[in-house]
């Protein structure tokens, strides 16, 4: 497209609003863990504008024969997959809807937010956020971030449960994880077959709420927990 322009299709339809969601894992391994569910959100003055900047750059770079998007639909939105690592069935999932162009690496992830899905109690109304949120500066100063610790907690305490040696295994993986590595002998040493219900460890927890604001000085971050 002779006609593309860097600044105006793309740069200049850039808002000001990102958001980063990150699922559970779908499973227990290490591959698993590393590649949990994402979901990134640019917000947009022009959501369908700016998307089409990003195809037409994705073109450019793909002109050597690299991979091409492919398109579907679902529920009257375009989604638009670009295949990353074939052998691993990896894709990077685009669309926009609702203001902004998301980003997956889960076709489902996309889906669910272009279908609007929304979860039966959302995360406005989670019961103490509000009082959280002010403690650390409120949910307006640039960055704002949300963490779910108990289902975080119940999913590990779940997978440590039922793969009691996933922590070694992950260890060994690492570079200088042989058998004489202090960790790895130190976690020989726990049985988390033997860890209590998950839901049980989950009472302990709840979640964390932080902020980060940057001014002359530097970044201050701040969390509660």
Not at 123 to 134: C, E, T
Not at 163 to 190: H, Q, R, Y
Request: without cysteine; aromatic residues 8%.
């Amino acid at each position: 497209d002779p006609n593309f322009d860097l600044k105006a299709n793309v740069i200049g339809n850039l808002g000001d609003d990102i958001l980063v969601l990150t699922k559970d894992p779908t499973g227990a391994s290490i591959e698993d863990i590393s590649a949990a569910p994402q979901l990134f959100l640019i917000g947009s003055p022009n959501a369908p504008k700016l998307l089409e900047g990003l195809r037409t750059l994705s073109r450019y770079l793909t002109q050597g024969g690299g991979p091409q998007l492919i398109e579907r639909e679902v529920a009257g939105t375009k989604i638009y997959s670009l295949a990353i690592a074939q052998e691993a069935g990896i894709s990077l999932e685009l669309s926009a809807a609702n203001g902004y162009v998301a980003l997956a690496t889960s076709a489902a992830f996309i889906e669910e937010f272009v279908r609007g899905n929304a979860p039966d109690r959302p995360l406005r109304a989670k019961r103490g956020l509000n009082q959280a949120a002010d403690l650390v500066g409120g949910m307006g100063s640039g960055l704002f971030g949300v963490t779910n610790d108990k289902g975080t907690m119940e999913y590990y305490a779940k997978m440590l449960k039922e793969n009691p040696t996933m922590l070694e295994e992950a260890f060994a993986s690492l570079p200088g994880g042989g058998e004489d590595n202090p960790i790895i002998s130190v976690l020989k040493s726990f049985d988390f077959s033997l860890l209590p219900d998950p839901a049980v460890i989950g009472r302990y927890f709840s979640f964390t709420v932080f902020t980060g604001e940057w001014d002359e000085k530097g970044l201050t971050a701040k969390a509660y927990v």
